[in-house]
């Protein structure tokens, strides 16, 4: 917006009005990572400025209108309920009173930084997210993802890994039994005197023994 001035009066306004659920939708929409990865604009006061992806959530969370032409977009704000709201829970805080989310609080501040920890978005679902400010613009842009599928593919490597761990400590522990067995029937067979069949002969007491082999009677 922007005044319409007359030598040194002001005589009217000039307003640009832009509907967020057309193009500035469309392109935040293009970063939506994986299947719970999203980006969206916020106002100051952390109004939902692009249309979430989870408007469906929202509805049956009761945060949004059963009737579909309500978008998120104006009608949702940015808030933690401090409960995960896609598993039937509610929050026992009316929204106007819950917190902003971490992201949102620090974000309207005019900050601008990322979380790898976990935070609840205005769901209650985990997330990792990264934000910035647009002070010339005076609108913040987050990205996020739910923490489970942010962390999957670290969690399947861990589990390989443990799983070739315990791998090899099975076959370090088949060897050292195997090894103890043999030295064991070895020492039985010489020291006892025991006399063991080959063909036609009988091994008898251990004669002499050197880097080649042993000489048994």
Known sequence: MAPVVDEARTIGSVVVLMDPLDRFTELLSAARPGSSGETYAFDRKGVLLSRSRFDEQLRAAGL????????????????????????????????????????????TRGGTGDNIFGYNDYRGVRVVGAWQWLPEYGIGVATEMDVDEAYRPLRLLRQMLLGRLVLIGLIGLALLTLGYRMRANKRSGVFSGDKRQLGKYQLGELIGHGGMGSVYR
Request: charged share 25%; hydrophobic share 35%.
């Open 64 to 107: 949004l209108d059963v009737d579909r032409r309500v978008t998120s977009s104006l009608n949702v704000d940015v808030r933690d309920p401090g409960v995960n709201l896609t598993r039937g829970l509610t929050s026992p805080i009316t929204r106007d009173q819950q917190p902003l989310t971490l992201m949102a609080d620090h974000a």
